[in-house]
């Protein structure tokens, strides 16, 4: 079978590809280092003003700023289009230089490893290039096309969720570049994804000399983390995972005061208001006598679900599929990202457009080369057909 024109294309700029990877790689930028995402921003910039992209830096003062890219198209009746991606990564400074980027092989399969190569700064540089690509074949026939590559998508967007939306508002067609996983699978669908907290008071009191006067917080946190974990499960599309305890802080003290942290998941909108009121029902009660219960927290991001509004964008991908040779399959995911922000809206959404590989936040991931060109392609291809199918 012959190679796909545009795969052939794209193995043909592989080389700056992964100079350019290597570069933003061996850059500590974990989601708190403001200094190393900056970093990476400055040099991606550079890049695309190289690649004819018009850009500006949304200023922050705790996070790394975040990185607009925009290109005018040759269609003013086109489609406007927005890429987003995340220069952050979960690992701490240092990670660099105990493990740099490097090229070579598992399994027989050629691959590049190092901090946040899979997740995602490859998917950040994908999106570029696969843009490169359609640009250098004059067929941007888009009205624009913007990237926003932002710097705290780790810990759950909470400094650009605005301009993601305000972004997003201003677009016909979304596309984030996560990982991938395979050659093969785009996602289509995430969970929302929650924190939500219980804080018990109770009463203070020696614990040696008159213990029952005291209202043991500790012990009745006990109870309600039992409980909330029994929720996990009995509704469907939604979990439940009691992550974090804590109480007390003298061993000769009655406690007065614990918490407990909650990750909650769910599936769909009907889960979100079935998983948080079954969650009220428990903290409204209390076990022993004395104490008092707080309940807070919410959905930082709401469910990214499948719909007909974003159909046309999974046939899109298939057909480019088909047409590279590959069969795609979409999927949903546990996890969220910022398709969750931007689905939210009703702008058609796609996610998972970037590498394969695997371990993502593992300090073992990676990126599988050999397929590389085809994904990039992927992205190109998802480019045309949005620019054919969808009109502002």
């Known amino acids: 079978m012959n190679k796909h024109q545009t795969v052939e294309q794209a193995e043909q700029i592989m080389e700056p590809f992964l100079a350019d990877l290597q570069a933003i790689v061996n850059i500590d930028s974990g989601t708190y280092n403001k200094a190393g995402v900056d970093k990476v921003g400055a040099y991606l910039q550079q890049r695309f003003h190289d690649f004819g992209f018009s850009t500006y830096f949304d200023k922050q003062e705790e996070y790394g700023n975040h990185l607009v890219a925009t290109h005018q198209g040759n269609n003013p009746q086109g489609p406007r289009i927005l890429l987003i991606g995340h220069m952050d990564t979960v690992f701490p400074d240092g990670e660099v230089q105990r493990r740099p980027f490097k090229l070579t092989e598992k399994d027989g399969k050629h691959i590049a490893m190092g901090p946040g190569v899979l997740d995602m700064k490859a998917g950040l540089l994908m999106g570029m290039y696969g843009t490169r690509l359609l640009i250098d074949a004059k067929q941007a026939n888009y009205q624009s096309l913007a990237c926003l590559w932002n710097s705290d998508e780790e810990i759950g967007s909470p400094a650009s969720k605005a301009l993601i939306q305000k972004l997003a508002q201003q677009s016909d067609a979304v596309i984030v570049l996560e990982p991938g996983r395979a050659i093969d699978t785009v996602v289509s669908a995430r969970r929302a994804s929650g924190q939500y907290r ?123 599929g088909t047409e590279l040779g590959i069969q795609i399959r979409d999927h949903s995911t546990g996890g969220a990202s910022d398709a969750n922000n931007t689905s939210i809206l009703g702008v058609p959404t796609i996610d998972g457009l970037g590498a394969g590989g695997d371990l993502a936040h593992n300090p073992d991931e990676y990126v599988e080369l050999d397929y590389l060109p085809t994904r990039i392609a992927l992205i190109t291809g998802l480019l045309e057909k949005i620019n054919n199918g969808i009109q502002s």
Request: charge should be negative.
């Open 198 to 320: 219980v804080d018990v008071y109770g009463l203070s009191a020696h614990a040696g000399v008159e213990p029952d006067r005291g209202r043991n917080a500790i012990v009745e946190l006990s109870h309600q983390v039992l409980a909330m974990q029994a929720l996990h499960g009995t509704i469907p599309g939604t979990s439940l995972c009691v992550s974090v305890i804590h109480g007390g802080d003298r061993s000769n003290v009655v406690p007065d005061h614990a918490y407990c942290l909650m990750d909650v998941r769910a599936s769909n909108m009907a889960g979100v208001h079935a998983i948080e009121a079954a969650m009220k029902q428990v903290a409204s009660k209390t076990t022993i006598e004395g104490t008092r219960i707080e309940f807070s927290g919410e959905m930082r991001s709401l469910p990214f679900e499948r719909s007909e509004r974003n159909e046309p964008l999974v046939r899109f991908v298939k057909e480019v």
